[in-house]
């Protein structure tokens, strides 16, 4: 008999079949002497749709709200059906004796694969791969430490009750504030709380009113301090108090009243989690959480090189001590190897900040693998990510960083001054990011400000003598709280327990995508859509701790702690009051994006809205349906390579023309709003120089050029 093994991804499954030696390639499945290898294309099998339980539902209709069946149906799904149906035959054959599930090893590759199981009347045995890394050698004791399939009942529980909760919140909302304002507004149990966490910082922004305040710091030849109120605050907001101060106190004789001396010692950073290398690779490359994640699951898929990355945990557990070594010396290569050939000397010091089986559920930290690292194999992107992985993990071995802080207080005239200053002894874990590659996030910057580290201070005892040279006073203005980059985002998500790490992306995509919010540069900004829809919903959905609450029970659940109907019933009782809300809500919705067009078929105003190919309008009627492309602001300057008239767009920098299919972009002049006289000549000399056009373009570009300038 044979063993099918069924992987989430054909990719996955083309790895595993080379390393179980399955060699016959077939169109949906790759078969050996003992292994049938076959996958999934993510999901195959889903939740039955509205429609699917009575017709009526196909339309949207708020009468018909809630839609609340007694028990979830799965369908399988049109797009992967030709595929379904493959596995089902392979699952029907008379020579396969059990299943391995080889999906990926966590929450939702467990309900894919399960899915299929029950679609497909799976009655055989079937046991569980659970690998933390590609590798073959991962691979290869994966099958040989083969788990019971029932061991993760309470883990695909857990996936079942998230999916039918999201089905039923996120459906019912959506459809009722869809009909209810007619308009496409779309509503959850993660999407929405995140929405209100942004739109809270907003109107934290808007009602904040700005002060100006000034700083006292007197300068005592040696160092410098600053004036310190006795609450310890150093701001001044009345405008005539710091010039007091400064004309009372220059050249006056002050007293060390204190001089505080202490060894600090700063341990290294924990291992990565998958949001924490999501905000890190936010805050230093610009990547967004999605880029990440994609970035991310070629290395760890593709190259081969980082472990499982949607992992929640910063540890590693007991059983990995013995590979540490060999994950090293992969590693010790190009820009690693004189931070981790040293290492790998002596023996490895382990604490319980690197190995902690207490603080790992499904999966440890994000660290690379046992595969030999060959850099000019990645790209660019890739690179950066592997190197914050790398540096990461090298800094796990290295000694924590020892500095003396010193925090000295002067009183001169019943006025306290202030300054604190640190040495650095040993620079310690900090030595593998040579002072540049560890980001800080706020709250650490915050604190090192605070703290003065840089700051040298010479020898100073209690009771000298010192003497105000001069008082430096300097202007300031109160500022109002940030907006949430990608990385502070899902900071506060991963703290209000919002999504999983491996949700949490996407979750992110589809609110930017639904028009919600949008970025700007590298920080996200509700739109007029997001800013009305968030006072629309609900106000138990706005805020995120009814949702964190879902979230602990669902890893209740997961642990065998609590159970699904419980919970289900919950979410139906919380699904018919969210649809009251709505159906009874007095509150009006108007569209932010009305343009001036009409639609041509029943005269209503066009909404402008976003897709992948641009801006195009769409009749808000429902009746109707119209769609046609955004208007197109054409310049007179043509495409150098395809010679199209290009497009005009307007950025932060001013006005630009851009040749979309060519991709080629030129600056204009903010004024004349024609192409830059010396682009323009650059381009004369170009093409003059290429025989292959001729020496026609050349003379039409001197001759419009010509004509321009009225020769």
Request: proline fraction near 5%; aromatic fraction near 6%; include cysteine.
């Amino acid at each position: 008999m044979k063993v099918l093994v069924l992987a989430e991804k054909p990719s996955v499954a083309r790895e595993i079949a080379r390393v179980m030696g399955s060699r016959e390639k077939h169109k949906s499945y790759i078969e050996g002497p003992k292994y049938v290898v076959t996958w999934a294309l993510g999901h195959l099998v889903g939740l039955a749709e509205p429609e699917d339980y009575d017709s009526k539902y196909a339309s949207w209709n708020l009468e018909d709200l809630p839609i609340l069946p007694k028990s979830s149906k799965l369908k399988v799904l049109r797009e992967s059906n030709h595929q379904f149906k493959a596995v089902q035959q392979l699952m029907k054959r008379q020579d396969i004796g059990e299943l391995i599930v080889a999906t990926d090893a966590a929450r939702e590759g467990e309900l894919l694969a399960r899915w299929i199981i029950q679609m497909a009347n799976w009655k055989k045995p079937f046991r569980r791969l659970w690998i933390s890394s590609q590798t073959d050698k991962a691979i290869k004791e994966g099958f040989a430490k083969l788990l019971p399939g029932q061991q993760f009942d309470r883990l695909y529980e857990s996936a079942r009750c998230r999916a039918e909760a999201d089905w039923m919140i996120g459906l019912n909302v959506t459809r009722a504030l869809t009909c209810r304002y007619n308009a496409q507004l779309s509503a959850g149990r993660v999407q929405t709380p995140t929405l209100g966490m942004i739109m809270e910082r907003e109107k934290e922004i808007t009602q904040f009113r700005s002060q100006e305040y000034d700083t006292l710091t007197a300068d005592f030849g040696d160092f410098q301090a600053a004036w310190r109120a006795e609450n310890g605050d150093s701001r001044m907001f009345d405008r005539t108090q710091a010039e007091t101060l400064r004309r009372r106190l220059e050249g006056a004789k002050g007293t060390v009243v204190s001089v505080k001396k202490s060894e600090k010692n700063e341990p290294h950073p924990l291992a990565y989690d998958l949001t924490e290398l999501q905000r890190d690779a936010n805050q230093r490359y610009g990547f967004s959480a999605k880029q990440t994640s994609n970035v991310l699951q070629r290395l760890y898929e593709q190259h081969k090189l980082v472990t499982y990355p949607r992992t929640d945990s910063r540890y590693l557990t007991s059983d990995m001590v013995g590979t540490l070594k060999e994950r090293l010396n992969s590693v010790a290569v190009g820009p690693y190897a004189s931070l981790a050939r040293p290492l790998l000397r002596n023996n490895l010091p382990i604490t319980k900040r690197i190995v902690d089986d207490s603080k790992v559920t499904d999966h440890h930290a994000i660290i690379p693998t046992e595969q030999t690292l060959l850099l000019n194999q990645l790209s660019p992107e890739e690179r950066k990510l592997y190197d914050l992985i790398a540096r990461r993990f090298i800094s796990l071995f290295y000694p924590p960083a020892r500095y003396d802080a010193v925090a000295v207080s002067v009183t001169v005239e019943q006025e306290t001054f202030q300054v604190k200053g640190t040495t650095i002894k040993d620079s310690g874990w900090r030595a593998v990011y040579d002072g540049s590659h560890y980001e800080m996030d706020d709250e650490e910057a915050e604190d090192r400000e605070n703290t003065e580290r840089d700051v040298i201070l010479p020898e100073l005892k209690k009771g000298d003598a010192v003497r105000i040279q001069r008082c430096l006073v300097r202007s300031g203005r109160t500022m109002p709280p940030k907006r949430y980059t990608e990385a502070a985002l899902l900071a506060q998500m991963e703290k209000h327990g919002l999504g999983t790490p491996a949700t949490r992306a996407d979750l992110i995509e589809k609110l930017v995508s639904s028009d919600t919010i949008e970025r700007q540069g590298n920080v996200m900004h509700p739109t007029g859509k997001g800013k009305q829809l968030i006072e629309l919903a609900a106000p138990q959905l706005r805020t995120p701790e009814l949702t964190a609450r879902w979230e602990a029970e669902l890893e209740r659940i997961a642990r065998g702690q609590g159970k699904p109907e419980p919970f289900l019933n919950s979410i139906r009782a919380m699904a018919k009051e969210l649809v009251s809300t709505v159906k009874n809500s007095s509150a009006e919705y108007k569209p932010h994006n009305v343009t001036n067009s009409h639609c041509p078929n029943c005269g209503t105003k066009l909404l402008e809205k976003k897709g992948r190919q641009g801006k195009f309008l769409v009749c808000p009627s429902t009746d109707c349906g119209y769609r046609r492309a955004g208007e197109k602001r054409l310049s007179n300057r043509r495409c150098p390579q395809c010679h199209k008239k290009m497009e005009m767009k307007e950025g932060k920098a001013g006005l630009y023309v851009r040749c979309l299919p060519c991709g080629i972009t030129e600056t204009l002049d903010k004024d004349k709003q024609r192409v830059n006289k010396r682009e323009q000549q650059k381009l004369v000399r170009q093409y003059e120089k290429q025989e292959s056009f001729g020496s026609s373009l050349g003379d039409l570009l001197k001759a419009a050029m010509d004509q321009k300038q009225g020769k």
